[in-house]
Nanobody
């Protein structure tokens, strides 16, 4: 079973930056695909960023040019570097994973069966 633990959320002013981390506790690092999602109050959960097996990133249009997804070389930690934050970025951010040896650019929540507890990001204007 994979356990995902996010950290790095907080409160920032518009224009600020944050780095989120997600540590995956599993022995199957080469058989899981991970991604970032977020959910604002009253809204559906949406995909934010994912990397495929060739490390090519896919981003939601709303965060392109401002967010960067990366992963540690041992694949144990997934990062989300967020810059130029705006109030609309306010949400609970979740790390998600699914078992697969080939990772595509899936950003639909239904594609992922494993979820972290989330970390809150609040951006004030």
């Amino acid at each position: 079973q994979v356990q995902l633990v996010e950290s790095g959320g907080g409160s920032v002013q518009a224009g600020g930056s944050l780095r989120l981390s997600c540590v995956a506790s599993t022995h199957a690092y080469d058989r899981i695909c991970m991604a970032w999602f977020r959910q604002a109050p009253g809204k559906e959960r949406e995909g934010v960023a994912v990397r495929d097996s060739l490390s090519r990133p896919t981003y939601a249009d709303s965060v392109k040019g401002r967010f960067t997804i990366s992963q540690s070389s041992d694949k144990k930690t997934l990062y989300l570097d967020m810059s130029d934050l705006i109030p609309d970025d306010t949400a609970t951010y979740f790390c998600a994973a699914r078992y697969s040896q080939i990772c595509g650019n899936e950003l639909g929540p239904g594609s992922y069966s494993l979820w972290g507890q989330g970390t809150q990001v609040t951006v004030s204007s």
